[in-house]
């Protein structure tokens, strides 16, 4: 008989010998299908890559997912995987929560031209207090760019940023007559989405000299946007920035002063005029021109054939986002004037948003439709492209509560894609169509649809779009001008290349978190 301790001995051993023989499962046990589809498809360039990521989830629940989604094309299993596994040398670089990159980029954005050397002769318009740029080929100031900035500056705690902005776009007023589309001399000539009323809105300036100056400068303002008033009431034709519609009231259209090439695409401009000689040049620049004046340089929006840029016709447009911003600053400056007991000012300027707010739900309201457009002058009527820009009247809170509720309708059903909300529904290769999504235009349509208690709507999108610049933040550690929210990747189309920095991306991503704390990744 063998003696008890050798026998547990002897029995010790065999359970090691047959533990040796069990060895644990390999990726391609755990994740079959999945493994298969990576590997074969060659998702990553080395077979190694994906054997060594690690699930963020238990392997079966992300089989489960694969499972329900069923990742069809190549990029919609590569972002599948980058969801659900931290894969080395891909999305495992981002050291810090999104939140905290962020808050480490506004000091790297900053200028301070007060201290930087005096360059003799430069474009650059220098201004007397400190900034952020956007980043990357973006070396100034810009306008429309600025406000998404100073969203996020708000949710980071740097009012004094945000004060020293308003102090510098009110001397570009005070200088100019208005905020120039960037701080550059080549920019003068025209503007950009007007926003520094909403601007003011951010400030917690009480100082009465101060805020009596930005309400100067904001009557200013509005008086460059209506400078071709008179002529336009005269000769019922648009003139500059202004518009009769056919009930003879007024809108406004986007312009430039000039007609030639741009500076800043001298070379690309004169190609696009070539390629339409039965056009004037000028024509062609002057759209162009404007087409940068909106801020959406370029979009089908602008394009009589949305293939061909050369087709250009912003002059030729009245659009919806530029009069709800309009209507914005009317009744801001309403508003300013009862608070300092200027009642001339008040009622003229209410009166002024009144009208504008009854021609816009006239002429650019598709009631069949449910969705706020652009005016074609040549067609005399709404134009068919649907953009995001039909969230502005609810973000400035000019759309009745049953337009708020046909809009989201409309957002939900065509303009919600996987990675946020598409700019419009249209594949051109302008940058300003799809597949493309810019923070912007993400933030007016949750802030939008909020204010009209369209709160789910306006989650979902947010979501959709933090989880667009998280994945790509952990797959290259950066934060982009742009996203293709199809495919939830880096953006393209456009005259030049994709930009990392980001300005507006920073501020609207903070902006968000700020608000739904609970959407943060990190």
């Known amino acids: 008989m063998i003696p008890s301790p050798v026998r547990r001995l002897c029995a010790a051993a065999l359970v090691l010998a047959l ?19 990576v590997q074969e498809q060659r998702i990553f360039g ?76 430069s474009s650059l318009i220098r201004a007397m207090h400190p900034y952020v740029v956007p980043g990357g080929r973006f070396r100034e100031s810009y306008y429309w760019d600025s406000y998404f900035t100073m969203l996020g500056l708000q949710a980071d705690g740097r009012a004094d940023l945000i004060e020293s902005m308003l102090g510098n776009f009110t001397d570009l007023v005070v200088r100019f007559g208005h905020i120039p589309n960037g701080t550059r001399t080549y920019y003068v000539s025209r503007s950009q989405p007007p926003f520094f ?6 400030s917690e300036q009480k100082d009465p000299a101060v805020r009596a100056r930005r309400l100067a400068a904001l009557r200013r303002e509005h008086a460059y946007w209506m400078a071709g008033e008179a002529c336009a009431r ?28 741009r500076d800043e695409s001298f070379a690309e401009d004169r190609d696009t005029a070539a390629q339409a000689p039965a056009r004037a040049p000028e024509a062609v620049y002057r759209d162009l021109r404007a087409g940068a004046e909106s801020g959406w340089d370029f979009s089908s929006r602008w394009l009589a054939d949305p293939q061909d840029l ?11 986002d530029l009069n709800a911003l309009l209507w914005g600053l009317e009744t801001r400056i309403a508003d300013g004037c009862r608070q300092v007991a200027d ?38 009527k709404p134009t068919s492209v649907v953009s995001s ?110 930009q990392d920095g980001f300005g507006w991306t920073n501020g609207v991503t903070s902006a968000i978190l700020e608000r739904m704390p609970e959407l943060d990744p990190h």
């Not at 644990?24 to 493994?35: E, H, V, Y």
């Not at 000012?345 to 021609?359: G, L, Y």
């Not at 002429?363 to 449910?370: A, K």
């Open 19 to 37: 533990c040796a023989n069990d060895s644990p499962p390999t990726p391609a046990d755990q994740f079959g299908d999945l493994f298969t589809a």
């Open 46 to 121: 080395d077979g190694k890559t994906f054997v060594d990521a690690s699930p963020t989830t238990a392997p079966a629940e992300i089989m489960r997912l694969f499972a329900t989604q069923a990742p069809k094309s190549k990029s919609e299993l590569r972002r599948f995987v980058l969801e659900h596994f931290t894969v080395p040398g891909v999305n495992d670089n981002a050291k810090v929560a999104l939140r905290d990159h962020v808050r480490g980029l506004w000091p790297q954005l900053t200028r301070d031209d007060a201290t930087s050397p005096e360059v003799g002769n």
């Open 197 to 202: 009323a909403l601007m003011v809105d951010l």
């Open 234 to 261: 005269k000769t019922r034709q648009p003139c500059e920035r202004v518009v009769p519609m056919p009930d003879g009231s007024l809108l406004n259209r986007y312009w430039d002063d000039r007609d030639t090439p």
């Open 310 to 320: 050369s087709t250009i016709r912003t002059t030729s447009i009245v659009p919806v």
């Open 343 to 380: 009642t001339p000012c008040r009622i003229e300027f209410t009166r002024r948003a009144d009208q504008r707010k009854a021609s816009v739900d006239r002429h650019l309201w598709v009631s069949r439709e449910s969705r706020y457009a652009d005016w074609s002058l040549t067609d005399r």
């Open 389 to 498: 820009a039909t969230l502005f009247p609810l973000f400035v809170g000019m759309a009745s509560s049953a337009q708020g509720k046909a809009v989201a309708r409309t957002t939900r059903g065509e303009l919600v894609a996987p990675g946020g909300l598409r700019t419009t529904g249209l594949r051109t290769g302008q940058q300003w169509d799809a597949p493309n999504g810019w923070a912007p235009l993400q933030w007016v349509a949750i802030d939008g649809l909020e204010r009209y208690g369209q709160r789910e709507l306006a989650q979902d999108i947010a979501k959709c779009w933090i989880r667009t610049v998280d994945v790509t933040y952990r797959e290259n550690g950066k934060m982009l001008e742009k996203y293709d929210v199809e495919e939830r990747l880096p953006g393209g189309g456009g005259e030049y290349p994709l």
